[in-house]
Nanobody
Framework: QVQLVESGGGLVPAGGSLRLACAASGLTFSNFAMGWFRQGPGEERELLAAISGDGVYVYYKDFVKGPFTISRDNSKNTAYLQMNTLKPEDTAAYYC???????????????????WGQGTQVTVSS
């Protein structure tokens, strides 16, 4: 079966960096666009960044452009989210998700993604 496993979350001081990884199995990784979402307490899950299956197309939510970078290594079936200059308001559970689309990107809604990881917590201290 399909599994997405996030890693790399943790506690970091404001201004610090984290690199999240999402290891995928049970699917042809390059045929799936990958997205990184986050969800804070009492908030809706929101898309931060997405990358097409072939890595050509990327999308960023406006407020993460610059500090965050999404990437993928199809030879390792892994997607990444590099997060720099973290702020306390970045504290949330972070999720990776996969949508069946090799080229182009799905829309930004969570329902457009078929498979989800269990999430990894990111806490940024002030």
């Amino acid at each position: 079966q399909v599994q997405l496993v996030e890693s790399g979350g943790g506690l970091v001081p404001a201004g610090g960096s984290l690199r999240l990884a999402c290891a995928a199995s049970g699917l042809t990784f390059s045929n799936f666009a990958m997205g990184w979402f986050r969800q804070g307490p009492g908030e809706e899950r929101e898309l931060l960044a997405a990358i097409s299956g072939d890595g050509v197309y990327v999308y960023y939510k406006d407020f993460v452009k610059g500090p965050f970078t999404i990437s993928r290594d199809n030879s390792k079936n892994t997607a990444y989210l590099q997060m720099n200059t973290l702020k306390p308001e970045d504290t949330a559970a972070y999720y990776c998700a996969a949508a069946p689309r090799r080229m182009g990107l799905p829309g930004p809604r969570a329902y457009e993604y078929e498979y989800w990881g269990q999430g990894t917590q990111v806490t940024v201290s002030s």
